[in-house]
């Protein structure tokens, strides 16, 4: 199973930008997800995660008010709405999925994520 993870891409200071991740298979199950980044030269770190329920999300402070992480209909597919985005959110993003039996699980940590996507590179230019 892998995570497909889409819609990085360049977009200017103060523009949006929504990444979208999925299983690539349907039967994938119940699973917490989230959103890490890479900056060039630096570091994974946390940006969101959400639970399977959709009723629990954490941000990093970087993130707060900016950025939202939500689940699909089908809760299968999880997304990120990046808005006012600056020079420093330049990052290669990874969706993140840990498998979990309750549903209000939200991980923070990247050890504790199982399941991670092929990244997708955004680039915000000032």
């Known amino acids: 199973v892998q995570l497909q993870a889409f819609g990085g891409g360049l977009v200017q200071d103060g523009g949006s930008l929504r990444l979208s991740c999925a299983p690539s298979?349907?039967?994938?199950?119940?699973?917490?997800g989230a959103w890490f980044r890479q900056p060039p030269g630096k570091a994974r770190e946390f940006v969101a995660a959400?639970?399977?329920?959709?009723?629990?999300?954490l941000y990093a402070d970087s993130a707060e008010g900016r950025f939202t992480i939500s689940r699909g209909n089908e809760r299968n597919t999880v997304y990120l709405q990046m808005n006012s985005l600056k020079s420093e959110d330049t990052a290669v993003y990874y969706c993140?999925?840990?498998?979990?039996?309750?549903?209000?699980?939200?991980?923070?940590?990247?050890?504790?994520?199982?399941?991670w996507g092929q990244g997708t590179l955004v680039t915000v230019s000032s």
């Open positions: 959400i639970s399977w329920d959709g009723k629990k999300a």
């Open positions: 993140a999925a840990e498998k979990t039996v309750v549903a209000i699980h939200v991980p923070r940590s990247m050890d504790q994520y199982d399941f």
């Open positions: 298979e349907r039967t994938f199950g119940a699973y917490a």
